[in-house]
């Protein structure tokens, strides 16, 4: 058990983090609570075993899987932006709606109420990687889905810092009704923030449908709220964001690798993440602003 | 956080009854309209036609003493779950914890049944279990509520976590300390059964229904009397409107919103005797997964009233047994597909229509 080879599980494990916890960041810094990223995941997991098993290629699957909780996202942008429905019941929705409709379309695509059948991925990891003690991390880092999850953190600090559509995303987040004020497309920059997480979140699915080459019933299994905690945990900034993504990898790797050892329970080993955004919250440790218009719908 | 359905409602109550009328009966019809297409597209999706699917829906739920059993069992459930969402939401707080606050009433209840004495009259035991699944609830729901009063801790997204933690918790006692072997449930309680209405009336053999029901409507009434006619239903309503005119009026806000989480946890545990008392005599995991959240589309549908809220549990208890009475034609998971868009539909359309109810009424 050396160490690549635990790199390559933390590695593996985070990027369905990554990708899910970066589109949390532009929804959130635009204003509009996060709480739909498992739907938006969900969604993109069965869409990608869709793409890929009816276009035979995890191409497909990828553009499928993205567009899936692109659309997923737009639907929440829709209600909560212009029919300014409740966030918090509508990201609800959502993630109850994206549970039904993959049971249903699996049940109507593949006859089955458990999984697709097997599909197309990028690499064979999952098999190599556990046999193969130092070709996991190689095999990992040719799969595009975690070049782009390794991408998608500085690219969502850059643009959220470095370009007039971060700024104007944060403005309308922190301030709709300044951003208003200086001619900014308020609801305009709000649906592409939505838009842009659900593309990621949908990627962070896709990565998970691909490197398990099938869709199972709901394969999420709550990665979208463990996104969700890393956003809070890592108070809203995507670097720390990124951190705190690696370290819930990092823990339920080690709880892996523990469970033989008859360590620690591995129910309290998955408490980690939840217990640490609740004390995060409770401003336990340092402070923690949330964006001031998060979950106001209002201009 | 409210939701803007919820804060708006009583400035109705400066209208006359006949638009508040219409204002509560417009919206719940046009989702359920918005829900019915959204159903005929996947019943032809599937290449079934929707009046069978929709008879045989019927047939299954209402047509039969069984299938009223069913849907009052599952009804009793929602019905608390949906009063512990309504509860916080008329305090301003959004408890998305009832999940995590029903399964720990459940076990509660199941844990205390196993410590008492199997000698104990159950007329002693039941009263005492069930304030134990309340104290479980509660005592879950009290967590996210004192963060909230002494931190500013968003309730939502704590309450959110503490689901993951307490049914992660609740796995592991229970897997590693009291499980039956080779299942996931305890052994059964040694005393303080609620009986089956099959006891008393032979139609609805094999049905869950039990007289947990006859605590449902209790409680449902207690909710209503207290929100409605007590002195701390009202500081808690009127923290719920307008938080700064409360505590200008001497409501210690923070106060409001632990009793309020508090008590919204306790009646989500309640709904843990259902189960536990009243049908399977056993803590398991998951037994009634998913009531929480629908809680919430029950309190929203509702339109976070103790009455509304009954019938909208019987609604989405009738749309949850008939999902599995036409599951020879559809997917049944077609019903969780239309509960989701009722709640959709329900956020986005209500204003809508109300906004167009007074627009007409102005010009």
């Known amino acids: ?299 | 956080m409210t939701a803007d359905t919820a804060t708006s409602a009583p400035v109705a109550t400066a209208l006359s009854w006949r638009v508040r009328l219409e204002e509560s009966l417009l919206p719940p019809i046009a989702a359920l309209l918005i829900a019915l297409v959204v159903g005929d597209i996947l019943i032809l999706s599937f290449g079934q036609s929707p009046a069978a699917v929709y008879r045989i829906l019927i047939e299954g739920t209402w047509g039969n003493a069984y299938g009223i059993g069913q849907v009052l069992y599952k009804a009793t459930t929602l019905t608390f779950t949906g009063l512990a969402v309504a509860l916080g939401i008329r305090a301003g707080v959004f408890n998305i914890g009832a999940e995590s606050q029903l399964a720990a009433g459940g076990f509660a209840a199941a844990a205390v049944g196993l410590l008492f004495p199997a000698a104990l009259p159950a007329l002693v035991a039941a009263p005492l279990l069930i304030v134990a699944a309340a104290v479980g609830g509660g005592v879950v729901g009290a967590v996210p509520g004192a963060l909230k009063a002494r931190f500013g801790a968003s309730e939502v997204i704590v309450t959110i976590m503490l689901n993951f933690i307490v049914l992660a918790f609740l796995n592991w006692i229970v897997s590693s300390r009291l499980h039956v072997p080779e299942t996931l449930h305890t052994p059964e309680i040694n005393t303080g059964e609620i009986p089956r209405l099959a006891a008393f009336a032979d139609v609805f053999r094999g049905s869950a229904a039990n007289l947990t029901i006859l605590l449902a409507i209790a409680v449902t009434v207690a909710v209503w009397w207290y929100l409605f006619r007590t002195r701390a239903g009202y500081e808690l309503r009127a923290v719920g409107l307008q938080p700064e005119a409360a505590e200008y009026g001497g409501v210690s806000v923070p106060r409001v919103w632990l009793k309020a989480m508090t008590i919204s946890g306790a009646l989500a545990g309640l709904g843990g005797v259902n189960y536990v008392l009243g049908y399977k005599h056993y803590y398991e995991e998951g037994f009634a997964a998913g009531s929480g959240f629908v809680g919430i589309a029950v309190a929203l549908v509702g339109r976070n009233h103790p009455l509304g809220v009954v019938v909208a549990a019987l609604l989405f208890a009738t749309l949850s047994q008939g999902g599995l009475a036409v599951n020879a034609l559809v997917p049944k998971q077609m019903v969780e597909v239309l509960q989701a868009v009722v709640i959709i539909a329900v956020a986005t359309v209500v204003p809508e229509v109300r906004r167009a109810v007074r627009s007409v009424r102005r010009a």
Request: with cysteine; glycine share 10%; charged share 10%.
């Open chain 1, 1 to 299: 058990m050396t160490f690549l080879v635990l790199l390559a599980q933390t590695l593996r494990i985070a990027v369905p983090y990554l990708l899910a916890a970066s589109g949390g960041v532009m929804s959130e810094r635009a204003g509009l609570i996060a709480l739909s990223l498992e739907g938006y995941m969900l969604s993109g997991a069965f869409a990608a075993a869709l793409g890929s098993y009816y276009g035979a290629s995890p191409w497909l699957g990828l553009l499928a899987g993205l567009s899936a909780g692109t659309l997923v996202a737009l639907l929440y942008a829709v209600a909560t932006i212009r029919f300014r429905a409740d966030q918090v019941v509508v990201g609800i929705a959502i993630n109850l709606l994206a549970i039904g409709l993959t049971r249903f379309f699996l049940r109507l695509a593949f006859d089955s109420s458990s999984n697709s059948p097997r599909v197309a991925g990028f690499s064979d990891v999952t098999e190599a990687g556990e046999s193969i003690a130092s070709s996991g991390l190689m095999e990992a880092l040719t799969n595009p889905v975690v070049i782009i999850g390794l991408l998608a953190v500085p690219l969502t600090a850059l643009v959220l810092y470095r370009t007039p559509f971060g700024l104007r995303t944060r403005a309308v987040g922190e301030h709709p009704q300044a951003a208003v004020t200086l001619g900014v497309p308020v609801a305009r920059v709000r649906y592409m923030a939505v838009a842009i997480s659900g593309a990621l979140a949908g990627l962070g699915g896709t990565y998970l449908a691909l490197d398990q080459h099938q869709f199972t019933d709901s394969m999420t299994a709550g990665r979208g709220f463990i996104a969700l905690a890393a956003v809070i945990f890592g108070r809203w900034d995507p670097t720390r964001v990124a951190i705190a993504c690696v370290l819930f990898a990092a823990a339920e790797t080690l709880m892996i690798h523990l469970q033989g050892a008859g360590g620690i329970p591995s129910q309290f080993v998955e408490m980690i993440p939840y217990l640490l955004t609740i004390v995060a919250l409770a401003g336990l440790v340092g402070r923690s602003r949330p964006p001031a218009a998060l979950g106001k719908a209002e201009e």
